[in-house]
Structures are given as C-alpha cells and as structure tokens.
C-alpha cells in the first residue's frame, strides 16, 4: 500500500517561497507518476504538477508554470515542489498523489488512486 506525507507547508508572504516535501513508502515507484495538487475550501482539487518517477520527465498546469518546480529524489523516496514568486491565489491545501502507469499528461483527479493527507500553504498580500 503507498503512503504519502507531506510536509513543508506554512505562511508566507506574496512574492516568497517555499518548498514541499512528499515522503512515499509502501512500493517501488519505478513505474509510478507522482502529482501535486491543491484545493481552496468549497473548490474543486485542482491539478499543479506531475513527474515521471523513473526518467523525472514533468509537467505543470499553466498558472503555476514558470515559478514552481516538480523533482524527486530517489534515493529518499522523496518529491518536492519548490514553489517561487508566491501569488495570494496559491493559498490552498496541497496533496501528494501517485499512480502507477499513469496517462501521461493526465491532471485529473480520479487518475491518480493515492493521495497524502495535505499540507496548508499560505500566502499573504
């Protein structure tokens, strides 16, 4: 079973950053694409990054593209998401997600079977 935890969340002002730490365990994650995503209360969780586990190929949804950046340390079982240039609008909920063969490309929800329990980002203006 895969388990994920996120931690690295925090306040933090517009125009700052901050980086978020995924630790995975529970399976090899040689075939698996892991995601970020965030949700807003009463909004839908929405899509923000994916990397490929194996060959570390990304990519992002257009409102963060340019200022965050997906990566993953193997050798820790470990993904992160350097967030930079901070937006008010970037104060969410952020999860972990995996998936095994994934779509690649995908950013829908119900691809991805595995999920961490969120770490609250936010920002101030």
């Known amino acids: 079973q895969v388990q994920l935890v996120e931690s690295g969340g925090g306040l933090v002002q517009a125009g700052g950053s901050l980086s978020l730490s995924c630790a995975a365990s529970?399976?090899?994650?040689?075939?698996?694409?892991m995601g970020w995503f965030r949700q807003v209360p009463g909004k839908e969780r929405e899509f923000v990054a994916a990397?490929?586990?194996?060959?570390?190929?990304?990519y992002y949804a257009d409102s963060v593209k340019g200022r965050f950046t997906i990566s993953r340390d193997s050798a820790k079982n470990t993904v992160y998401l350097q967030m930079n240039n901070l937006k008010p609008e970037d104060t969410a909920v952020y999860y972990c997600a995996a998936q095994r063969l994934l779509r690649w490309g995908s950013q829908d929800v119900a691809d991805f079977s595995s999920w961490g329990q969120g770490t609250q980002v936010t920002v101030s203006s």
């Open positions: 529970g399976r090899t994650f040689t075939w698996y694409t």
């Open positions: 990397i490929s586990w194996s060959a570390g190929r990304t």
